[in-house]
């Protein structure tokens, strides 16, 4: 397996070399936690979105409360895990995106995202595109539910994240560790969320907040920063007990940084 994977990594150091010289430098780059599994990054003249929703899925009752996607840079460019409507969010983005936007998504799900009236970017696993200052890069996930699903590194100078929409527990994440970290922060979903379907009551379909301090770990995450929380429907979607203080008790134990942002709280870099 690193024998296959040294031409990619052979591939992003060579692009991170070409894209190093830009004048974006990471000590301007803005950190907004978005509703849900939202992520948005902002670096002199570009936005980046990650998995953003807009559109009020929860009946008034967004967890945590529902932020406006908006955008004030020329560019803009929306990274998107996966279609399921709690990540795409079409109206959304048709709107932040206008005419000048790009959706950067993997190749499986390029189509689809283009016969919704977006411009798109379609990637392969492993091939890393750069945008704006930054470098994306598609790597592997596993959807709870058998989509396509990808998570994202992101980089910018010499910082390094990785958004993680809603994927299960997965064999890769060592390979994405060593591959690409370590990482100032992580983007990790953690509410363990059962898909109450017969035939699986009982198997997450998202990882658990355990799970996610043993992929921090395995990602030499500086700090995780959990996503995809807060919310309760059973008998169709029903999460662990306390996922935040869950995740806060076992990344204490195991020696992991956690920095809880809500929706439409910002950090940069530097704080
Ligand atoms: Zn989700």
């Known amino acids: 397996m690193r ?18 010289p830009g004048t974006i430098y990471a000590a301007d780059l803005q950190i907004e936690r978005l509703t849900w599994a939202g992520v948005k990054l902002v670096s002199e003249n570009t936005t980046v979105f990650i998995d953003a929703v807009g559109k009020d899925l929860w009946d008034g009752n ?23 409507n709690d ?24 189509t689809y995202i283009a016969s919704r009236g977006l411009k798109v970017i379609p990637v392969k696993t492993y091939s890393p595109v750069s945008r704006g200052g930054f470098l994306f890069t598609a790597v592997p996930a596993e959807d709870g539910l058998g989509e396509e699903q990808v998570s994202w590194v992101i980089s ?8 993680a929409g809603d994927t299960l527990w997965h064999g890769k994440w060592p390979l994405i560790g060593n591959q690409f970290g370590p990482f100032d922060a992580v983007f990790l979903p953690v509410n363990g969320a059962r898909v109450l379907r017969e035939p699986m009551p009982e198997t997450p379909a998202v990882m658990t907040p355990s799970q996610a301090v043993d992929a921090a770990i395995l990602l030499r995450a500086e700090i995780l920063i959990p996503i995809h929380y807060g919310l309760n429907d059973p008998p169709y979607y029903q999460e662990v007990d306390s ?5 806060a008790q076992e990344a204490e134990r195991r020696n992991i940084s956690v920095r809880n942002l809500l929706p439409g709280e910002s950090i940069s870099l530097n704080d």
């Open 3 to 20: 024998k296959n994977a040294l031409p990619f990594l052979f591939a992003w150091f060579l692009i991170c070399a070409i894209a190093a």
């Open 156 to 163: 910018i100078d010499d910082k390094r994240f990785l958004h």
């Open 87 to 110: 990540h795409f969010d079409v109206d959304t983005l048709q709107e932040v995106l206008g005419d000048r936007g790009y959706v950067i998504c993997h190749e499986s799900v390029a």
């Open 243 to 247: 996922p935040i203080v869950t995740l």
């Open 62 to 84: 967004a967890p945590e409360g529902l932020v406006p996607v908006t955008a004030d840079t020329d560019r803009r460019y929306a990274l998107v895990s996966h279609v399921h």
